[in-house]
């Protein structure tokens, strides 16, 4: 079947990482841009495949060039609501073709060629025949299938903007519906591959923390192949309705999760929160000097208020883990009326990178709006510290309200420390942890280490004072 192309095309290649040391070209990525789209027409012409710009062998070592996948689809009983499922599919299948790196989706995708795949001959004319085989074959409700690779600047860029477009449109369709409205969500276990303990749960309120799928796009899905990675769930009884708790989802994950994952709770970081595997578009974190909650994207390089960049960040929750303080999540998510509802939604929310908080502008409630800190307004907690008080924002009065719940004899306050923010002591707080670490190694004696998971630091007192 693969007969025509000059390297192995199999799942088994499927997690190979293509290293700086080995890659002949880097396409998309943070350095440039791209994006993929499968779209259902009518009219296609099966097995055409289309190279538009330079080929890899008019590439040279350590180039990075823009990339567009174009995938047009047809079928009798192929469905528009399909393209979505359909499309997050293309990361898997070009992963499994030995020598190509693929990550991420939609516009935010990145891959590398390496060396040894352009020794042996390897084009991108060879990626899209792989692809058009692939996908024959995982959707057999494919017909016709044609594949267009854009690697020429000026019609990537065109290509980026109507992919960007396709996806908007998707995105607010899922915007008509809340979890309230239906009877059942559907989980996805697509990234299992690499994330063994990781389950999506789909909700209208809650698209898929790899941004690309959502409610409507999953239930086109399930009907399309009930034994695939998509599935239904029945919500059954509902435990909270802030948190988004319910009994038989609960189960479900339980059960997909291979047992490690007990609860979830849809819209907290606290707790138990919906675990993580690593396409997610951005992760909300828990600053414990703050009592707040930060969310960082994967387009921002710089440093989170943490200290650590994304990349980190993203290390530490990722893989199917269930990190109290982290969750993963879709930028569509922070869209939602119950975006981290159950932690108190924006006005929990103290710092975000300035370029998500614009595009955000009409989902913000206009009073918190500009008591946000975005990275303009400072990186490091004594930065936003000040930020925050000087706009107002609504977490002052949670800590003023926390703090004022414990009975004064509870709290003591050095003479020495100032009130000032940035100078304060804590006593008593209600119990939440001040910390939190997905691996805390504790060095001991007698020739043993003593590793803790998921652990939670608590203490009685926390005493802040300026370096
Ligand atoms: Fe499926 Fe979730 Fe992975 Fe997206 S992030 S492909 S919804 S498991």
Redesign the pocket.
Known sequence: MFEDIPVDVSPMYEGERIRSANMFVELAGPKSMGAELVQVEEDVEDGKIEVIGPELDAMNEGDIHPLGVLIEIQGEHLEKELEGVIE?RT?ELCNYVKGFMHLN?RDAIWCRVSKEALEAGFKLEHLGKTLSILFKEEFPLIESIAISILTEPAKVEEFVSRAQEEYKKRDSRARELSDEDVDVFYG?????SFAPT???V?TPDRT???G??NWFDCRAAAKMDPEG??FEIEKGDILDDVKGEYTNVNSVVMEKSQGTVERVFLHSVFEYPHTS?G??EAVAFYIPELDGIGIVDRDFSGETPLGIPFSAMAGQCSGGKQVEGFTGLSLEYMRSPKFLQADGGFERIVWLPKEIKDSLDDYIPEAIRDKIATEENGSTIKEIRSFLEEKGHPILERIKTTSSEVPEEEVTVEEETPEAWGETELEGLPMAPVAYAPELTVPSSGGVKIIFKNAKVYAEKVIIKKK
């Open positions: 997050r990361h989706q996805c276990v697509m990234c299992q990781h389950v999506c789909v898929a923390l790899c690309a799928i990675p998509i595997c396409c997610f």
